[in-house]
């Protein structure tokens, strides 16, 4: 086990139906750091980010095996506290999906349902978290309005804010970039890059170039298997595995 | 094919200037408002107060959604949310077949099951019924709109992307919360419509609630009480007393009256559904 590790997963199998999704993942994802999952679309990247936190209990079909570590705590057994667990990890999703209330609701959502209810509390962190996702000074003067009203890049950085507010030690990223224009995807990739000194960040993409802008630690993955992970340097600069080295190479096909 | 096409765009604007022609008779006598707030209704003498009617219709509708926009709610979130997808399955074919019941049978049964047990509902309050009430052509009308509105709701919670159950759950809310927070808000808009399509399919069934209801022209005061809704006057009635011509205007001022409460509840829920549904 490496130093610093902070989710261990070990012999994770998952199938979907009668196809292997995830096959014998044994990986650990460093703490602190910055960790892309990388790979071709359809590799199960954003399968295995969502069994981090058992959001793959929303598929019935969905049977999984193994067993995911945070610190001593088994994610995906049974009688974890599921709930409690997803609170210490925050989600971004492919295209950003906020809330169906207004800006300000939408930051105080976590918060509420954890039983902060008093306004200046609540003000205060809302302008924290947004000025954390440099999202405030556009919207200081409209937290009433809906956040549907808000551009894309906003709202992704909304939904960033939001992930945020209660306090998360994991950010769970689903190609967090990829509905975004050249310019939100920038400002989104640079919050991620100033971030990771506070938390532990799961991104996955199939880009490789974002991958090398912003990565510590790479796991790279094909058709549910991980090929090769270790440290972005090392994955960059000298794979070990053929196919890993056609991917990061641009040969791959 | 354009002909075909401009006659069903016609069509409800032919009925509506129908009925305005052959009603405007009564309205050379009396005031809209006259004949609407007067409970007065002897047509051998010419006098026409639309009140009871009004107010039974009204009672029936209210009632009849009442009872069914919850069992409608809890049913769609339990369906979509917490039932296996082949209890869905199941379930939606049922569902077709319910709307699909003639409401005749619905009226039969009212009239064996409903009716009977209304009139002991009424005795356990000490309140003597026949049965044949208000709150039987509700339960009818509820039981007969419930399928309508249940399918609406089922396709409006299976719509919201599996995301934002996603994103709420991810902050640690429950399930529960899930639900009551985030999805039946984004359903709102979805939900409000289903029950106004629900209300205007409710004022305007005729057979079934007119076995059920009475037929008593009174303003009922109670929900044990019998009524004469809208649409049973007209059907009742029309063809039997022609010969005096006050009475077939005003027949078609009730069916006036029908046709455009129906029509606004109609386009209100499909006005909601449209522009509510972004901004939330």
């Not at chain 1, 440099?134 to 709202?155: F, H, M, N, T, Y």
């Not at chain 2, 009977?116 to 009424?122: D, E, G, I, N």
């Not at chain 2, 004469?228 to 078609?252: F, K, R």
């Amino acid at each position: 086990m490496i130093n610093g590790t902070k989710i261990n997963i070990e012999d994770l199998n998952l199938f979907i139906g009668n196809n292997h999704i995830l096959k014998d993942i044994n990986v650990q994802i460093p703490e602190k750091k910055l960790t892309v999952i990388l790979g071709p679309s359809g590799c199960g990247k954003t399968t295995l980010l969502k069994s981090l936190n058992r959001l793959t209990d929303l598929y019935p079909e969905v049977k999984i095996q193994g067993s995911i570590f945070n610190g001593d705590e088994d994610i995906l057994h049974p009688k974890t506290e599921i709930t409690e667990l997803r609170k210490k990890m925050g989600l971004l999703a492919q295209t950003p999906y906020p809330l169906p209330m207004n800006i300000y609701d939408n930051i105080t959502y976590g918060l509420r349902i954890s039983g902060r209810r008093k306004k200046r509390f609540l003000n205060k962190r809302v302008e924290y978290y947004l000025r954390q996702v440099s999202l405030w000074d556009e919207v200081k003067d409209r937290l009433k309005d809906p956040a549907s009203a808000l551009s894309i890049g906003q709202q992704q950085r909304l939904c960033l804010a939001r992930g945020l507010s209660v306090d998360p030690d994991i950010l769970l990223a689903d190609e967090p970039t990829s509905a975004l224009d050249p310019i939100s995807s920038r400002e989104v990739e640079e919050l991620f890059v100033k971030l990771k000194q506070r938390y532990t960040i799961v991104m996955v993409t199939h880009i490789l170039r974002q991958a090398k802008r912003v990565a510590d630690y790479v796991i790279f993955m094909y058709l549910g298997e991980i090929i090769e992970h270790g440290s972005a340097e090392q994955i960059f600069e000298h794979p070990k595995n053929a196919l890993t080295k056609s991917y990061i190479q641009g040969t791959y096909s | 094919m354009k002909c075909c096409y401009i006659l069903v765009i016609a069509m409800p604007f032919i009925l509506l200037i129908g009925l305005l022609i052959k009603s405007s008779l009564l309205f050379g006598e009396k005031s809209l408002t006259e004949l609407i707030f007067s409970s007065e209704w002897k047509p051998m003498s010419g006098k026409f107060g639309f009140l009871p009617f009004i107010i039974s219709s009204l009672w029936v509708t209210f009632i009849s959604i009442i009872i069914a926009a919850p069992i409608c709610l809890l049913t769609a979130i339990y369906l979509t949310q917490y039932a296996r997808r082949v209890v869905l399955k199941i379930m939606q074919p049922v569902i077709d077949i319910l709307a699909g019941i003639p409401s005749v049978i619905y009226g039969v049964w009212g009239i064996i099951i409903i009716v009977p047990f209304v009139s002991k509902v009424a005795g356990w309050f000490n309140v003597h019924s026949s049965g044949y009430s208000i709150l039987a052509g509700a339960v009818v009308l509820a039981v007969m709109i419930i399928p309508f509105i249940l399918n609406i709701l089922i396709e409006v919670y299976r719509t919201i992307p599996i995301e934002l159950s996603e994103a709420s759950l991810s902050l640690g809310a429950t399930k529960w919360e899930t639900i009551k927070k985030v999805l039946t808000r984004k359903a709102f808009p979805g939900i409000i419509s289903s029950f106004g399509l629900g209300v205007s399919r409710a004022f305007g069934e005729t057979i079934a609630v007119l076995m059920v209801v009475g037929n008593v022209v009174q303003i009922p005061s109670g929900i044990f009480q019998a009524g004469y809704p809208l649409p049973a006057l007209i059907a009742n009635n029309y063809g039997e007393m022609l010969s005096i011509p006050m009475y077939d205007s005003a027949l078609m001022l009730a069916a006036l009256i029908l046709f455009i409460v129906v029509t606004i509840f109609n386009m209100g829920s499909r006005y909601i559904i449209i522009h509510y549904e972004k901004n939330i």
